[in-house]
C-alpha cells in the first residue's frame, strides 16, 4: 500500500515540482523587467506612439469613408499591433537568457527546457497586457468606445490575449535560433514593420496596391484586427460579403492558437537539438 501511494504520488510531485519553477522563472523575468524597464518600453512605446500619432496628429490627413471615426478604427489596430511589438524584445530576452547561462542552467533542473520559454512567454504576456491597457486609455481620450456588447468586448480580449502570446511564442523561437541580440533587432524592427504596414492595422486595404493588398488581407495581424473591430461594434472598412469579414473571429482564433502551437514546438526542437 505504501508503494502503490509512493508510485501514485510520483507524476503529482513531478507536476508540483515543476509549477513551482515556473513560478519561479516567470517571476525572475518579472522583476528582471521592473528592474530595467527599457524592454517594457520597447513593447508599449511603439504601439503609444502609433495611436497618438495616428488617432490624433494625422487623423484628419488619412481619407476614411465619411461616418467611420479614425481614431476609433486604429486603436483596434494598435491594440493588435501591440502584440506584434513583442517581437523584437522577448526574442532578445531569450537570446540573453542562453547568453548568460540560465538556459544551461536549466538543463540541470529535472524540468523540461520548454519551462524557460513559457515562463518568458507568460512575463511579457503580462507586459503586452499593460500596453494594451495604456492604449485603451488613450484610445478613450481620443472619443473611441466599444459598442458590441460586454460579453463580445472580453471575447475580443481573451482573443488579443491568444494572439500576443502567439507572438511571444514566435519571439522565443527566435531567440533561440539567433544567438547574436544585436542581429535580433534589426529582424524585429522589419517584422514589425512588415506586419503593421502590410496590413489593414493602420489603413485600409482598399487603397493599396494589388499584390500588397493581397498580402494585407491575408495578413494574420489584419484578420485578428478585422475580428476585434467587429467585436467592438465598428467599421471594418472590409467587404462584408468577402470570407476574411465573415469568417474573421473563428479565423483569427485558428491562426492565433496553431501559430501558437507551431513555434512552440519549433522551439522545443531547437533546444533540444542544442543539449
Known amino acids: 500500500m505504501s508503494q502503490a501511494a509512493t508510485i501514485g504520488a510520483g507524476p503529482v510531485a513531478n507536476l508540483g515540482s515543476q509549477w513551482v519553477a515556473l513560478r519561479a522563472l516567470v517571476s525572475r523575468q518579472i522583476w528582471r523587467t521592473l528592474r530595467s524597464p527599457g ?26 469613408p465619411d461616418g467611420v471615426s479614425y481614431p476609433a478604427y486604429v486603436v483596434a489596430g494598435v491594440a493588435v499591433q501591440v502584440g506584434v511589438a513583442v517581437l523584437g524584445p522577448t526574442a532578445i ?30 512575463a511579457d504576456l503580462a507586459a503586452a497586457l499593460v500596453a494594451l491597457l495604456l492604449v485603451s486609455g488613450i484610445g478613450l481620450l481620443l472619443g473611441w468606445r466599444p459598442a458590441g456588447g460586454a460579453v463580445a468586448f472580453l ?32 529582424v524585429g524592427a522589419l517584422l514589425l514593420v512588415l506586419f503593421s504596414f502590410c496590413s489593414t492595422v493602420f489603413l485600409p486595404a482598399e487603397g493599396m496596391p494589388g499584390p500588397i493588398r493581397a ?36 479565423l483569427a482564433w485558428t491562426f492565433a492558437i496553431v501559430l501558437g502551437v507551431v513555434f512552440l514546438t519549433l522551439t522545443a526542437i531547437q533546444q533540444r537539438r542544442r543539449r
Open 215 to 250: 498580402v494585407a488581407e491575408l495578413n494574420p495581424a489584419s484578420i485578428v484586427a478585422t475580428s476585434i473591430r467587429q467585436s467592438w461594434g465598428q467599421a471594418t472598412l472590409v467587404d462584408p460579403d468577402s470570407p476574411l469579414s465573415i469568417y474573421a473571429t473563428p
Open 39 to 64: 524592454k517594457f518600453i520597447g513593447i508599449a512605446m511603439n504601439p503609444v506612439v502609433m495611436v497618438v500619432v495616428l488617432g490624433l496628429i494625422f487623423k484628419d490627413a488619412i481619407r476614411v
Open 93 to 122: 530576452s531569450a537570446a540573453i537568457d542562453r547568453k548568460t547561462g540560465l538556459s544551461l542552467r536549466s538543463e540541470t533542473m529535472p524540468i523540461p527546457s520548454l519551462l524557460r520559454s513559457i515562463a518568458l512567454i507568460l
Open 155 to 186: 471575447g475580443s480580449l481573451l482573443l488579443l490575449a491568444t494572439f500576443y502570446a502567439a507572438m511571444l511564442a514566435c519571439a522565443s523561437f527566435i531567440g533561440e535560433l539567433i544567438d547574436n541580440p544585436e542581429t535580433i533587432e534589426p
